[in-house]
């Protein structure tokens, strides 16, 4: 993408602050040492792994407590992990700020638990609170690195694999989340679930600097890398509670088998996937890996059904460096990454882009055409499966559905296998005329492949609820549909390949768009 479209907003990078906002609102008494354990008190946690099995995990009672009650100002209390994910028992760093003397952790496990949406799995004692160092800024990057020292180690032992938040309750009353993944080392026979951290780091301005953004507002002064040793910005969890939380919630409701990961760990060991049903990328996942898109492909041609629930998947190619602390992406500037030209392949630009083109729509079927749209959803194939028992008819529409970003089938640049466009949603985007497209594909190995074409899907999983503020004006009615239509590709995906059980996607793209 030259320097000029980003500037226009088709690519998201000349809106800076503009474009984030948008994405977002759519969301000193003594010192431990760096090496102090924390042990807590566990709270119904299953404790002892050769103990008796008890209740499962979705018969457990929930919390509903678990919401933020006041975030106050941002220094009040803040904190970031030393890994993205850990699995069951591992141990993890925890890092802190605070202008409280003191706070505590409350580590909830998000899910359904007949409504309650969470449960609490573990608190800490006190701990003593501390203003930490000002962050770090790399020259050559523009990378903020926090350097904080490690105020508390907290086991895992007895915590379900999982989508966690942890909350930070400082002494004043102020509070954060920091997010963790519990992952599954295997998804054989379940519905994966892949979290977006890498995305989420990249718009994270915690600093003063994202992928985005310099500390003066400009696109140019931008990160060219950014690392997880620091903060999350806003409550510290916006985007996994605006793109990803309802997913894990609904997913859970349903009682299908479910496995959890991130892209960062399917980048460093793919075998997670291996014999998983299916696999679901949540709301917004724009930053991947070359590694992380071939073993994703790899298990959609060995039988793993694909769901691309957002908008804007698998667009940027990056790179992770600092033992898969460091996510690096040049973009526009991709010349200057040390690595061109000579290792093209893992220069860290868009995947569609030079010096080596491959478009994301060869996986996920549709391609990422722009931003920001605000435009009803457009239902073209009211008998197909995924919309069973949503009642509607052809021509029906959902006012807001289509945004903040939204993807299209595009001829010409097409999965290579039949593919049908079940919704075709007009609109305008910065002047131009064109249409977001819900699709489906399947592949001979049986699996098939799902993109919802808009970003706000898995919004739309909340609208009429109160969840998430007013999402976007989205009704109840949108809400019914979509969780309806989500519904029935969870369960449908997770009996196993979807071609073997579920009728064949009917080519319908020159009918659509004309000659191809």
């Known amino acids: 993408m030259d320097a000029e479209r980003e500037r226009s907003g088709s690519g998201g990078d000349g809106t800076g602050l503009d474009r984030r906002r948008f994405l977002g609102v759519t969301a000193a008494a003594g010192v431990w040492t760096a090496g102090t354990a924390l042990t807590g008190c566990d709270t119904a946690s299953g404790g002892d792994p050769d ?20 975030k106050g100002p941002p220094e009040a209390v803040l904190g970031y992990t030393d890994k993205v994910s850990v699995l069951p028992g591992e141990d993890f760093g925890l890092y802190v700020s605070t202008t409280a003397p003191g706070f505590r952790v409350s580590a909830y496990r998000m899910g359904w638990y007949r409504g309650a949406q969470a449960r609490l799995v573990w608190r800490s004692d006190r701990v003593a609170g501390r203003v930490q160092r000002k962050p770090d800024l790399v020259p050559r990057t523009r990378t ?27 002494s004043s009353g102020h509070q954060r989340y920091v997010p963790l993944i519990v992952r599954s080392a295997t998804a054989r026979g379940r519905t994966l679930l892949i979290h977006a951290p890498a995305t989420w780091q990249a718009y994270n301005l915690w600093g003063g600097y994202s992928l985005y953004e310099g500390d003066d507002g400009s696109y140019g002064m931008r ?9 999350y910005d806003s409550d510290g969890a916006e985007k996994f509670l605006v793109y990803e939380w309802a997913v894990v919630v609904l997913a859970e409701r349903l009682g299908i088998p479910l496995a959890y990961t991130t892209g960062v760990d399917i980048h460093r060991d793919p075998a997670v996937l291996r014999g998983a049903v299916s696999a679901v990328t949540l709301g917004h996942d724009e930053y991947w890996t070359p590694q992380q898109r071939q073993s994703m492909t790899r298990a959609r041609d060995a039988g793993t059904n694909l769901a691309f ?18 996510v690096v992406c040049y973009k526009t500037d991709y010349r200057h990454d040390p690595l061109y030209p000579r290792h093209g392949a893992l220069g860290t630009t868009d995947f569609r882009q030079a010096p080596d083109p491959d478009p994301e729509s060869s996986l996920t079927g549709v391609l990422y055409e722009g931003y920001p749209v605000n435009a009803p959803y457009a239902v073209r194939n009211a008998g197909h499966w995924l919309f069973a028992g949503t009642g509607v008819k052809r021509g029906d529409s959902f006012a807001h559905l289509v945004g903040v970003e939204y993807d299209r089938v595009t001829p010409g640049s097409l999965p290579d296998a039949p593919i049908e466009i079940i919704a075709h949603s007009p609109l305008v985007c910065n002047g131009r005329r064109s249409h977001s497209d819900s699709a489906y594909y399947t592949v001979p190995s049986g699996a098939g492949v799902f993109a919802s074409g808009t970003m706000r899907w898995v919004e739309g999983l909340m609208a009429g609820t109160g969840e998430n503020g007013r999402n976007h004006g989205m009704d109840a009615r949108t809400g019914a549909f979509v969780t309806r239509t989500t519904e029935n590709l969870l369960r449908a995906f997770a009996e196993g390949p979807a071609a073997k059980t579920r009728p064949a996607p009917r080519d319908n793209v020159r009918e659509v768009y004309g000659s191809t």
């Open 223 to 231: 990160s060219l890398a950014v690392s997880f040793a620091r903060p």
């Open 309 to 326: 629930l957002g908008a804007n998947t698998c667009f940027r190619r990056i790179r992770l460096e600092d033992g898969d602390r460091t």
């Open 144 to 170: 903020v690195r926090a350097g904080w020292k490690r105020t508390v180690l907290v086991p895992t032992d007895g915590w379900p694999e999982g989508a966690y938040l942890l909350r930070l309750d400082a």
């Open 51 to 70: 103990a008796p099995a008890g209740p499962s995990e979705a018969s457990r009672p929930g919390d509903s407590g678990w919401r933020i009650r006041s």
